[in-house]
Nanobody
Framework: QVRVMESGGGLVQSGGSLRLSCSASGDVISLYTMAWYRQPPGKQREWVAKLGHDGTSTYTDSVKGRFAISVDSAKKTHYLQMNSLKPEDTAVYYC???????????????WGQGTQVTVSP
């Protein structure tokens, strides 16, 4: 079995920083692609950042230059460093990871449970 757990959310003032973590455990061989999504209050879930298997990172325009996605492959953990946070970044943040499971031939998609990030003015 595979378990994907997020951590690192919380309350921060505008201009502050937070780092979210997403750890995969269990029958995990390796990570393939990693991403972060968020769902602001009363809105649909939206894509925030992605780290491809080739190391290429991409970001939605509203977070470019402020957020950074990274991975520690040995720990099977990926991160979202969020700097210069704004009230409009307030949302539930979800991690998404495609990974190779033990005995599997293709990457399998998993989601974290979500973590609340609240940015006060």
């Amino acid at each position: 079995q595979v378990r994907v757990m997020e951590s690192g959310g919380g309350l921060v003032q505008s201009g502050g920083s937070l780092r979210l973590s997403c750890s995969a455990s269990g029958d995990v061989i390796s990570l393939y692609t990693m991403a972060w999504y968020r769902q602001p209050p009363g809105k649909q879930r939206e894509w925030v950042a992605k780290l491809g298997h080739d190391g290429t990172s991409t970001y939605t325009d509203s977070v470019k230059g402020r957020f950074a996605i990274s991975v520690d492959s040995a720990k099977k953990t990926h991160y979202l460093q969020m700097n210069s946070l704004k009230p409009e970044d307030t949302a539930v943040y979800y991690c998404n990871v495609e990974l190779y499971e033990s005995g599997g031939s293709w990457p399998v998609d998993y989601w974290g449970q979500g973590t609340q990030v609240t940015v006060s003015p």
